[in-house]
Each structure stands twice: as C-alpha cells, then as structure tokens.
C-alpha cells in the first residue's frame, strides 16, 4: 500500500485547521507521528512536496531564519481539504 495519499490527506486536514495560519514543517512532522503507522520522514517530504507541486500548499522560508520552512493552504487546497 502506498502510504503517501493518507499523509496528503492528514497534511490537508491540519493545515484546514490551522485556519490559514502558516505551521512548521517540525510541527507537520509532530502531527503525522500521530497517524498509525506513524510514516517516515521521507514519505512525508514526498507528500509536502508532491502537495505544492500540485499547488494544494505553498512552502515558505521565514526571512530572519531561513532553515524555518512552514506551509500554508493555497485556495485549491482550501477547497480540497473541505472536501476530506
């Protein structure tokens, strides 16, 4: 079984929640050890990035530290994460 589109879908779900305001990749990472099996750090890179290819998440360095990535839901994303 592929585990990367229920981390797409957990990943979706949290940012919805998060009401548009931009979370941590760390914090991410923290949610999806949640789900069971908690995944790998490698499949979750490949969910997150698979996501903002499709344009579902936009990916954001902060300007004063720039090794602090964090992710906020586009409108397509908004969208899909109504649907889940």
């Known amino acids: 079984m592929n585990p990367i589109p229920p981390i797409k879908r957990f990943i979706l779900r949290a940012l919805s929640v998060a009401r548009g305001l931009p ?3 760390e ?3 923290e949610a999806c050890s949640l789900l069971a099996p908690p995944p790998l750090k490698s499949d979750l890179r ?3 990035a698979e996501l903002e290819a499709d344009a ?9 530290d720039p090794a602090l990535l964090t992710y906020t839901l586009t409108e397509k994303g908004k969208h899909k994460a109504q649907q889940l």
Do not use: S
């Open 23 to 25: 979370l941590r990749e």
């Open 27 to 29: 914090l991410l990472q």
């Open 46 to 48: 490949q969910a997150l």
């Open 56 to 64: 579902f998440i936009q990916a954001a360095r902060d300007d004063l």
